[in-house]
């Protein structure tokens, strides 16, 4: 099994960007997806996780702007960033917890700039 992240680019503050995960297999086997990120210089963070049962829950710092879905027809779990500030610029992993294991995609780099 594999997740494939992608959607990252360069947004002005204040601007949205959607960024998905694909996973190779039924993203519905999977318990847990998560949504972190690493800036510059700085350790990796959580900022978002869905649950199987479609519980939700969000970082403080994203709280309110971000939003976390999955759509288990597509295999995908997607993060619908909107209000983006300089400080959400990082590079964006999806993670996923299936059958005791720990799967984790390629990042893909959000930048925030005027």
């Known amino acids: 099994v594999q997740l494939q992240a992608s959607g990252g680019g360069l947004v002005q503050p204040g601007g949205s960007l959607r960024l998905s995960c694909a996973a190779s297999g039924n993203i519905d086997m999977f318990n847990l997806l998560r949504w972190y990120r690493q800036a510059p210089g700085k350790q990796r963070e959580w900022v978002a996780l869905?649950?199987?049962?479609?519980?939700?829950s969000y970082a403080d710092s994203v709280k309110g702007r971000f939003t976390i879905s999955r759509d288990n027809a597509k295999n995908t779990v997607t993060l619908q960033m909107n209000s983006l500030k300089p400080e959400d610029t990082a590079v964006y992993y999806c993670?996923?917890?299936?059958?005791?294991?720990?799967?984790w995609g390629q990042g893909t780099l959000v930048t925030v700039s005027s």
């Open positions: 993670y996923g917890e299936r059958a005791g294991k720990i799967y």
């Open positions: 869905i649950t199987s049962a479609g519980t939700t």
